[in-house]
């Protein structure tokens, strides 16, 4: 069963050429005329494409900024119109965005999720009937009766993305979806989206977001300068993707990608003309390099850098997040050796050592700063995602997991230090013994 | 603490799909064409989406005079200031004809019709433009923004028509039957303006000038149709040419306006000519105007 197919479909963008060239006229009567002169050029945003969907299939679009993701997205939810070939949709399709700007601020709460839910293609008595569940997924309860425009940022985007996660289509499309709100809101959405895959809705997934595509997805479809540029398993296609894109280096003791990474050309290697990024890996405790770390042991994020000026004060900064894109935490050098020293120029080495036991499973990708901090924060080189590693669980009892097999909630797992007290062994005679002493007195 | 176990198994290759009974719609999305007999197809889409269409249109009325201290009565502010300000010139310089019927009354029946239908095309026209966020992320037929606008505006003929009650009872002026016949002559008005928001509006996403032009365009307009002067002032007048005459009468508004005053006013039977000539002409356009405005909604989020 097909759900979805685009069947040699083209777009073309026409784009007026002095958009992209500055003008030459002062005048403002002879740029006028300038632009009437102007040729228009055209641009194929998705040129000769074709590809299916089976129902209950998801299936992920990956590709740089300007592949053409995104005008398929809007092709598919006929937001436009190809300009050559076929797209045949068998089902109710929705997009699974934030509205928010549908919001009228004078109206209630309510009343803008009734206006969306509408937009959105959902009915009246679908939305009187959704409308509890709507709030409770917002965490607006408080506040449905306020007009919007007192609403927080943060309150907007979930009100509004809220009424979407309601839609109970047959194809579902999402774009970015993980970016929005907080991370507890996100993991609402990501199951939100589970409970529908699980549901056997069709699900075409339009993102940069290589860890989540990975995670959701069962085929991805890698789209290249508007056209298909590889078509496969989550794994393979990812790989490609990123091995074209810099990702080198094959770890020591695991073939794989990702753990380490070099910038031998040191004109494009990311920073300024203070500081530049020479490679960066994932270390493990003995000092080899490691795609896989147990979950147990403490992990080495090692990067090596020029100082290319003298004097100034440098601080390496770390930030870790998962597959759905959560900021775990971040870490920098707070260490006493260079934290108010200004450095001389050359070649360092800096590790940050996380420990064992208190990163969750899962894949960690990790952006790579270094900054200045003082007299203003200034950031003199940036490289998100620069290095991935798994964490794996053994399940050996060493880990926070002790005994149990089940799925573990959280986005870290550190392993605390417990203390219990045994007041009293044996049967309990009254209920009202002092072991219920503490809660009396604090009631 | 306790462990909650998420137990989600995704369905690979589910072959059922998750609501077996429901019916799947399916759809061909193909490059846009200029045809006026899928019409049929696009009031199919439009009736599918007939509650957004009354949400929105409630929305209008609402966010109207939502936070605006004078509310509903600006509905009515603004024939009323009109009439006012041409009764007073044409008391203090020269007379103005006025079909036997004191002018302020004479005025304001015109005027009632008249800014109502200035309104609905106004806002309807801007309709599109004003809701480009929208446009560019989520697919609803368009035509239900102008739409709402020119449903939205009957809300403020209602209202504004209260004074008009009000001049009738003052000036003793009682109606007859032929009252009735101002029902059809303002479904003509909103099905003329539809036709004329949906060209408009669907004209001013590529280009703006539209939007600029439109309240000049609206103000000639109302010079051209017999507001503030009677139709009768025209027809008589030995200095216009009869071609002139003949093309001031193609003039939807003009059979729309002056017929709208016969029937209140005078109580006399509409000029069944005029009348059939808005009705004509209103008919004939809309059809176009949806077809255009479907044609060009294809790639509207392209250049929005």
């Known amino acids: 069963m097909i759900d979805l197919e685009f069947n040699q479909v083209s777009k ?31 641009f194929w945003a998705v040129r000769d494409v074709s590809f299916q969907v089976r129902r209950g299939e998801a299936v992920g679009i990956i590709g740089h900024n300007g592949a053409g993701k995104s005008t398929i997205l809007k092709l598919l939810s006929n937001i436009t119109a190809p300009t050559k070939g076929e797209i045949a949709i068998n089902g109710r399709l929705s997009a699974l965005i934030e509205v928010g700007s549908g919001f009228h601020p004078e109206l209630t709460g309510r009343e803008n999720v009734f206006l969306s839910g509408s937009i959105l293609g959902m009915r009246r008595r679908e939305i009187a009937s959704k409308i ?84 959701l997805c069962q085929r991805v479809i890698l789209m290249d300068k508007g056209q298909v540029a590889a078509e496969g398993m989550p794994r393979d296609i990812i790989k490609q993707y990123q091995l074209a894109n810099g990702w080198t280096g094959v770890p020591e003791n695991k073939p794989g990608f990702g753990s380490v990474r070099l910038w031998e050309d040191r004109e494009t290697a990311p920073g300024d003309d203070i500081t530049r990024l020479r490679s960066a890996r994932v270390r493990g405790t003995d000092g080899s390099t490691a795609a896989e770390i147990d979950i147990s042991t403490s992990v080495g994020i090692e990067i090596s850098y020029d100082v290319l000026e003298d004097g100034h004060v440098l601080i390496p900064n770390f930030h870790f997040k998962n597959l759905a894109g959560v900021h775990l935490f971040a870490v920098q050098d707070v260490g006493s050796e260079w934290r108010r020293r200004p450095r001389p120029a050359g070649t360092y080495t800096s590790t940050a050592w996380i420990p064992g036991n208190f990163l969750s499973e899962g894949r960690i990708t990790v952006d790579l700063a270094i900054s200045a901090h003082s007299p203003l924060t200034r950031v003199h080189a940036f490289k998100p995602e620069a290095v991935i590693f798994d964490v794996v669980d053994h399940y050996d009892g060493n880990g926070a997991r002790g005994d149990y097999i089940g799925e573990f909630p959280g986005v870290v797992r550190p392993m605390v230090d417990w203390t219990t007290h045994v007041h009293q062994t044996g049967e309990l005679r009254t209920p009202s013994s002092n072991f219920g002493l503490h809660v009396a007195q604090s009631a | 603490m306790t462990v909650q176990a998420i137990t989600t198994e995704p369905m690979a290759g589910s072959q059922e799909g998750k609501h077996p009974g429901r019916s799947r719609p399916s759809s061909v999305l193909r490059p846009p064409e200029f045809s006026p007999f899928a019409v049929f197809g696009h009031l ?261």
């Open chain 2, 44 to 304: 199919g889409a439009l009736w599918s989406y007939r509650d957004l269409l009354f949400t929105l249109t409630a929305h209008r009325i609402k966010v109207r005079y939502k936070q605006s201290a004078l509310g509903m009565a600006w509905a009515v502010l603004q024939p009323l200031a009109l009439m006012l300000i041409y009764t007073v010139i044409f008391s203090m310089i020269g007379r103005m004809p006025s079909d036997g019927a004191p002018y302020a009354v004479f005025a304001y029946t015109a005027l009632l019709p008249w800014t109502t239908f200035a309104t609905a095309v106004g806002n309807a026209t801007n309709g599109l433009v004003g809701h480009a966020g929208l446009i560019t992320k989520v697919y609803f037929p368009r035509e239900i923004l102008p739409l709402s606008y020119i449903i939205a505006a009957l809300a403020d003929f209602a209202i504004a028509a209260v004074v008009l009650v009000g001049l009738l009872v003052y000036y003793r002026i009682s109606l007859t039957m032929h009252v009735l016949w101002s029902v059809p002559i303002v479904i003509t008005m909103m099905v003329f303006a539809l036709a004329i928001s949906l060209f408009l509006s669907a004209l001013q996403v590529k280009f703006r000038d539209v939007g600029m032009g439109l309240p000049l365009l609206l103000q000639l307009w109302m010079f051209a149709t017999p507001v503030i002067y009677p139709l009768s002032a025209v027809m008589e007048s030995t200095k216009a040419p009869d071609t002139l005459k003949f093309l001031y009468n193609l003039n939807p508004t003009v059979g729309i306006v002056e017929n709208f005053r016969r029937v209140v006013l005078q109580g006399s039977a509409p000029d069944y000519a005029s009348l059939g000539l808005a009705a004509g002409v209103s008919l004939f356009l809309l059809p176009l105007a949806y077809a255009f405005f479907k044609r060009t909604e294809a790639t509207m989020a392209d250049y929005i």
């Open chain 1, 132 to 215: 509890d569940s709507i709030v409770e997924f917002a965490g607006v309860r408080q506040f449905i009766d306020t007009p919007v425009k007192r609403y927080s940022s943060g309150m907007y985007v979930r009100l509004g993305f809220a009424i979407a996660a309601h839609l109970d289509p047959d194809i579902l499309l999402l774009d970015e979806v993980l970016a929005v709100g907080d991370a507890s809101f996100q993991a609402k959405c990501i199951q939100r989206i589970q409970e529908l895959e699980a549901a056997g809705t069709t699900i075409v997934f339009i993102s940069h977001d290589l860890n989540a595509v990975e995670r």
């Open chain 1, 12 to 42: 073309k963008y026409v784009v007026r050429a002095d958009e992209t060239s500055p003008d030459t006229a002062v005048n403002p009567f002879m740029r006028q005329l300038q632009r009437l002169r102007t040729r228009s050029q055209e």
